[in-house]
């Protein structure tokens, strides 16, 4: 299974990046598909979550300004970040855990500018 994570950048406070996750090996619609970010000095925090039947969940800190979503055919999953804020820059990571294993992308940078 391999991930292939793009879509980071630089964007001004209050701007949006969508964020892109292609999978090959396995279906991003059998499986939980998470976000994840570090900033530099921190440990890894979850930040999204897309299960097999599409329910999602997100840390507090997101909520309401990003949206996890996928695209079946594509076998991509998404993240659209929307009001960005200082605080959210870091690499984004996304994540496939299957019945055989959990798999990371290599992860996109995302810096936002104040």
């Known amino acids: 299974v391999q991930l292939q994570a793009s879509g980071g950048g630089l964007v001004q406070a209050g701007g949006s990046l969508r964020l892109s996750c292609e999978a090959s090996?396995?279906?991003?619609?059998?499986?939980?598909m998470s976000w994840h970010r570090q900033a530099p000095g921190k440990q890894r925090e979850w930040v999204a979550t897309?299960?097999?039947?599409?329910?999602?969940a997100y840390v507090n800190s997101v909520k309401g300004r990003f949206t996890i979503s996928r695209d079946d055919a594509k076998n991509t999953v998404y993240l659209q970040m929307n009001s960005l804020k200082s605080e959210d820059s870091a690499v984004y990571y996304c994540?496939?855990?299957?019945?055989?294993?959990?798999?990371w992308g290599q992860g996109t940078l995302v810096t936002v500018s104040s």
């Open positions: 090996g396995s279906a991003v619609s059998l499986n939980t």
């Open positions: 994540r496939i855990r299957t019945t055989w294993g959990t798999y």
């Open positions: 897309i299960t097999s039947d599409s329910n999602t």
